[in-house]
């Protein structure tokens, strides 16, 4: 589980990446659960808060008005 203050001082791609990776432990995870061979199924609720965490400081610029620099 990420700190939310660990997550802030990550730069924007790694956000990103980090994000992307939670995605696909959680995809794994899912799978798992419906084969019922989770071994920590309260994981699942953690990695979706991360999500969720990550999600909204991604999303904190374009809330407070910020120019938000484009992905290229």
Known sequence: MSGVKDLRALTDPELRQRLDQTHQDLRGLRLKASRGAV????????????IAR??????EPRRSGAPQESAG
């Open 54 to 59: 990550m999600l909204t400081i991604l999303g």
């Open 39 to 50: 071994e920590q199924p309260h994981r699942i609720r953690q990695m979706r808060r991360d």
